[in-house]
């Protein structure tokens, strides 16, 4: 087994990979310190008619550059095999600005083939590859030199089964002609929006359901100061202060450190010094706000009313589709999606690409009275009315 820890080791392997159709990765990272990612450990693997390869890379090691990888991942004529890839994909792009492509996620795919809701990749190791997982190493220090043999052993393991795991998904995507819904899944995680934090939109992620617009300008205040100076500091948001404390510092408005001793929520350290007076200028900030800078609050859904019933039948038509087409429900529409169609709302992206045809608009036609569920035999079907 290899591990690679010079620039002109890692150049040499992405060369010959280069020259095969695909090549499989993962990575090891470690992310409860910190803001973004600390890469500890890249797997390479490759598989043709003319041999095969798997390789561990060390960007810990000093003096190698990940350069030559991103090389290969710029080379469209190879494509990047991952299972489940947005956090590494997040690590390159934050490291580079680099996103692989073309790029294959086994996930998705195996949603796809109807393998179940974000199936794991133990469980296509053991159904596809016909193998078993030793997942012991999994939460060790991959930050800790040198790596131990079952380190070695487990992380190698990712990729290697990999190989198997993509083609046997590959074939069957091709077989059944569904190249195309797993290009538009690719979408998302090819769009670099997916991967960058704004500070100026941190506050949409805090859960609250106080929506008048001076509170919520305190949480956009305190938000947007929370995420740079996790981002400057390259401490996790957690650290800084939680979403609890952040929606209780927004409830009590306090104007002074006197009053920052008070919060029930509020980490000791956060009560002084930068962070305190962060809390404290973007507290004033929100205040003095004039009303027309206030965030409008998204009341559009407010005026939606789920028919419960409707619901309840789209539930069973999303079954009834997803078992027919051999396709994970949640793939094609959550919860959310059929409440929000019950509601009579039209912009659901269940409407959009390939789910529109396996299940939007039959699913349009029934909120709209235009087809019944019927039973024949063991299935559910629509018949027109």
């Known amino acids: 087994m290899r591990i690679l820890t010079t620039t002109s080791d890692l150049s040499e392997f992405c060369k010959e990979a280069a020259k095969r159709p695909y090549v499989t990765v993962d990575t090891e990272f470690l992310r409860e310190r910190t803001y973004y990612s600390k890469l500890c450990l890249v797997q390479l693997a490759y598989q043709d008619e003319t041999g095969e390869d798997a390789v561990l890379v060390d960007p810990l090691a000093d003096g190698l550059s990940l350069d030559p990888l991103y090389d290969l991942f710029r080379d469209v004529g190879v494509v ?3 299972h489940a890839a947005r956090q590494d994909l997040e690590i390159f792009y934050v490291d580079k600005g680099v996103i692989p492509a073309p790029l294959f996620d086994t996930q998705v795919a195996a949603m796809v083939c109807g393998f179940g809701d974000q199936v794991g990749y133990e469980t296509l190791v053991r159904k596809i590859a016909k193998a078993q997982l030793d997942k012991s190493s999994r939460f060790t220090d991959w930050s800790r030199r040198p790596l131990t043999e079952a380190q070695q052993v487990y992380a190698l393991a990712d990729v290697t089964h990999l190989r198997d795991i993509y083609e046997f998904l590959a074939a069957e995507i091709a077989k059944s002609g569904r190249q195309k819904w797993v290009a538009e899944e690719m979408d998302v995680l090819n769009d670099p929006a997916t991967y960058e934090s704004d500070p100026n939109n941190a506050w949409m992620r805090v859960k609250t359901r106080n929506t008048a617009p001076r509170f919520l300008a305190i949480v956009r205040e305190l938000a947007r100061f929370r995420e ?9 948001r957690s650290r800084v202060y939680k979403d609890d404390a952040l929606v209780e510092l927004a ?4 104007r002074s450190e006197k009053d920052l001793e008070r919060s029930r929520l509020l980490l000791r350290e956060a009560r002084r010094g930068d962070i305190a007076s962060g809390i404290l200028q973007g507290i004033t900030t929100a205040l003095d706000l004039p009303n027309e800078d206030l965030p409008k609050p998204d009341r559009s859904r407010e005026k939606l009313q789920v028919n419960p019933a409707i619901a309840d039948m789209l539930r069973v038509l999303l079954k009834a589709k997803a078992d027919q087409e051999g396709v994970a429900q949640k793939l094609i529409a959550s919860a959310a999606d059929l409440d929000a169609l019950a509601a009579g709302e039209r912009t659901s992206p269940v409407l959009k690409g390939w789910r529109k045809e396996v299940f939007g608009r039959d ?3 029934l909120c ?4 019944a569920l019927a039973v024949d035999g063991a299935k559910v079907i629509t018949v027109a009315r």
Request: aromatic share 8%; hydrophobic share 35%; charged share 25%.
């Open 80 to 82: 990047k095999v991952f």
């Open 228 to 236: 740079t100076y996790a981002q400057n500091r390259n401490v996790p």
């Open 251 to 254: 409830a009590t408005k306090p």
């Open 363 to 365: 699913a349009i036609e």
């Open 368 to 371: 709209d009275g235009k087809v």
